[in-house]
């Protein structure tokens, strides 16, 4: 068999490749930091845009108030915003190639009905894992049910026979499940038990402190690392299974291995959160439509148009009702409906 021989044409071609979507990349990462900056300076208080951003550099010249505004209030929700959509749409990019289907995310799969109903426990009837502050109580509980939840369809894929469409069937189930457990729960639950579990479960970005940044921050350089290292494997499990077998990639460790990485990141962002959806669904879409299938640029853009989404809702919380912040949740839904209703008819014009 004669040997392929590539031609300098060729070469060339896949380095301006290369090049283009390296490019791509810094400007999904300048399109976040400029979302990021107008979430930190837009907000129902007084403060400029100038104020704001020279409360970040020089805080000793501002009130004593501001300076609480900014640090305590501003700054924690707008890095929480940006590491929350990071994780999310990380975590949906790797769902969707483990399972071969662009609909995967880790809500669609039942991890934020999981949560909810690990937060439901916590909230209206005081069940929680022992030994635990009450202020981390509700994203204990709902950690470790979403985390729960993962992990059984990490056992369900371990079955002989179990496909990538069986996982997706079961994960269904299980949202059809949790939601009736969680409106179990909301019938016996007291007026202001419900209260507190309704906002929980639309989504909000103010619980965010540095405490909780922390650990998303650790979670997130510890997990996405090793994603990075799998992508050349998830890039070939695109092409099929046999063929992924064929490179020599353990097929069934290597998704098992996702699923973890995927049970983590959105049960450590739905714990201190709640609900936010589409999130993981729509960004690591528009990474895909921007990059393409090579996963060495799709997972850090997909974390990239997550954040950036992530960001512009927030902006969106709190600029549609003057003088209010609704919860991203609602926001990230009113715009996630439309726009992922336009990816999916771009993506018919394109096949």
């Known amino acids: 068999m004669p040997a392929i021989r590539e031609t300098p044409s060729d070469v060339e071609g896949y380095t301006r490749i290369v090049y283009r979507r390296v490019a791509l990349v810094v400007l999904l990462g300048v399109a976040m930091a400029a979302a990021f900056v107008a979430d930190l300076v837009t907000g129902p208080s007084s403060l400029s845009a100038a104020e704001a951003l020279r409360g970040l550099f020089a805080p000793d010249g501002l009130s004593p108030s501001a300076r609480v505004i900014i640090w305590d209030v501003r700054l924690p929700q707008a890095l929480m915003a940006v590491l929350v959509g990071a994780t999310l749409s990380l975590a949906g990019a790797e769902m969707q190639t483990i399972l071969n289907n662009s609909l995967a995310s880790p809500f669609t799969l039942g991890v934020s009905s999981a949560a909810s109903l690990g937060a439901a426990l916590a909230i209206v009837l005081g069940v929680g894992v022992p030994g635990f502050d009450n202020a981390w109580l509700v994203s204990t509980n709902a950690f470790l049910f979403a985390f729960g939840s993962v992990l059984l369809l ?8 179990t496909g990538p469409e069986t996982l997706v069937l079961f994960g269904i189930a299980m949202v059809f499940t949790f ?3 969680v409106a179990l729960i909301q019938f016996i639950a007291s007026q202001e038990a419900l209260q507190q ?17 922390g650990v998303l921050v650790v979670v997130l350089a510890v997990v996405s690392p090793l994603a990075v290292m799998d992508s050349w494997k998830l890039t070939a499990l695109r092409l099929g299974e046999d063929r992924a077998r ?6 069934g460790r290597l998704r098992f291995m996702s699923l973890l990485r995927v049970s983590i990141l959105a049960a450590t962002a739905v714990a201190f959160v709640g609900t ?30 997550g954040a950036l989404v992530m960001s512009l809702s927030s902006v969106a919380s709190k600029v549609l ?13 009113l715009i996630g409906v439309p726009f992922f209703v336009a990816l999916i008819f771009l993506k018919r014009e394109r096949v």
């Open 321 to 333: 009702v003057p003088g209010a912040v609704l919860p991203v949740g609602i926001v990230t839904a």
């Open 179 to 181: 939601n009736a457990l």
């Open 154 to 161: 990490q056992s369900l894929a371990g079955l002989r026979g």
């Open 197 to 213: 579990l309704v906002f929980w479960s639309m989504g909000s970005l103010t619980r965010a402190n540095w405490e909780r940044l």
């Open 246 to 251: 064929s490179f020599g990639i353990g097929v």
């Open 276 to 305: 936010i959806g589409f999130i993981g669904l729509v960004g690591p879409h528009i990474a895909r439509l921007l990059l393409g299938e090579d996963h060495r640029f799709l997972l850090p853009g997909s974390m990239l148009t």
